[in-house]
């Protein structure tokens, strides 16, 4: 049978450990793996880990060293309190994105997630994560957890250092549309589709002055595109208007190599209500109409496949760890279990996909192999 965790070895080599020499008692890549393993399977605090690979003891030996058995939950909880949240964030950025860049990655979202138990102190006051997700690989790439007293906005731009964004399509909400964050990108050889709301309201007012303008020309001297979509189930009925504008101009100069403005417009009726609603967008990209409709929607799979199935699936909302490191280190592992899981095409929610980790050893190694076609 082939290894697990060699993979996980390779990249977490130079992860430093926190312990002191004399407190080594277990291998840092057997707390690791047996981590993993074990949320992947289903637990969701330090206790459960310990009595989970307590009972898998025998079968975790078949591929890790465990010179001193399983380590207690205390060992797993000091360690993972200690263990420098950054650099394990950038041993995981570096082992899935190397994943994703074998098949092709395109499209990064980023977006926070609020862990509501876990006090802290936030803007959120509590536990917040803001997390980097492979839209089309349905992958985590990183994580950076909000510093206490601060927001969002100071965490994107240390999340991004550890992504490798060349080729990449960036896309955040209009929290994270700041001109440091777009040039970072821009420098780094990546594309960045920006939302735009009142937060930027010099540029705000300049992406609808363009949009104005060309309007009133009935867009005759305007490079433009535009793609409608419209769907119709369970009750509702949707209609979806996307209009680009190539080459604004006038745009605020401090905002770097806009390529294009993006008006997204959704007409909504369910149940005999209806509701309109109209977004704007900045891009570095010049695709087409339909192309940046797209990358606009499937920017919220990090909610609908990511932050919903955290708190579904693994209780995170629920989740009070938050000690030291240890809330955003277990908040990894959890967004690590999340994504492999993803990667098993068969039917079923990744809460059932929990449970056949836990009772099939054979669909646990898939699991953290990311089901590799056989």
Not at 162 to 182: E, F, N, P, R, S
Not at 274 to 281: D, G, I, P
Request: with cysteine.
């Amino acid at each position: 049978m082939p290894s697990p965790e060699i993979s996980l070895a390779r990249y977490f080599a130079e992860l430093p450990d926190p312990r002191v020499d004399r407190t080594k008692r277990h291998g840092l890549t057997d707390i690791l793996v047996i981590a993993l393993c074990v949320v992947i399977a289903g637990a969701d605090s330090w206790e459960e880990v310990e009595r989970f690979g307590k009972a898998k003891e025998g079968w975790l030996r078949r591929f890790l060293a465990l010179p001193n058995g399983i380590p207690s939950h205390d060992t797993f909880y000091r360690l993972f309190a200690r263990l420098d949240p950054k650099k394990f964030g950038a041993c995981v950025a570096g082992w899935l994105g190397s994943v994703c860049q074998a098949t092709g990655l395109r499209h990064i979202a980023i977006d926070g997630k609020a862990v509501r138990s876990a006090p802290g102190d936030t803007f959120s006051e509590c536990l917040h994560l803001v997390n980097a997700w492979a839209a089309e690989n349905r992958v985590i790439l990183g994580q950076e957890t909000v510093a206490a007293g601060s927001h969002e906005i100071a965490a994107i731009p240390e999340l991004l250092k550890v992504l490798a964004l060349k080729g990449a399509l960036v896309t955040i909400d209009a929290a994270g549309c700041q001109k440091g964050i777009a040039g970072h990108i821009r420098g780094e050889g990546g594309d960045y589709l920006l939302a735009v709301k009142g937060n930027q309201p010099s540029l705000l007012e300049a992406v609808q002055a363009v949009f104005d303008r060309a309007c009133e020309a009935d867009f005759a001297g305007f490079e433009h595109d535009g793609h409608e979509q419209v769907e119709d189930g369970h009750g509702r009925h949707e209609e979806r208007y996307v209009t680009v504008v190539y080459d604004p101009g006038e745009m605020p100069p401090e905002w770097p190599d806009v390529a294009a403005v993006v008006l997204v417009e959704r007409e909504r009726s369910v149940k005999g209500k209806s509701t309109s609603t109209a977004h704007y967008y900045i891009t570095s990209l010049r695709g087409t109409a339909e192309e940046l409709g797209r990358l606009v929607r499937s920017h919220w799979t990090i909610e609908n496949e990511l932050h919903w199935v955290l708190d579904v699936a693994f209780g995170e909302d629920s989740n009070r760890t938050a000690a030291g490191h240890a809330g955003a280190n277990l908040g990894l592992i959890r967004r690590v279990a999340a994504s492999l899981l993803q990667q098993d095409p068969g039917r079923g929610s990744i809460k059932a996909k929990r449970l056949s980790a836990a009772l099939d050893e054979s669909y646990l190694i898939r699991a953290l192999q990311g089901f590799p076609a056989n």
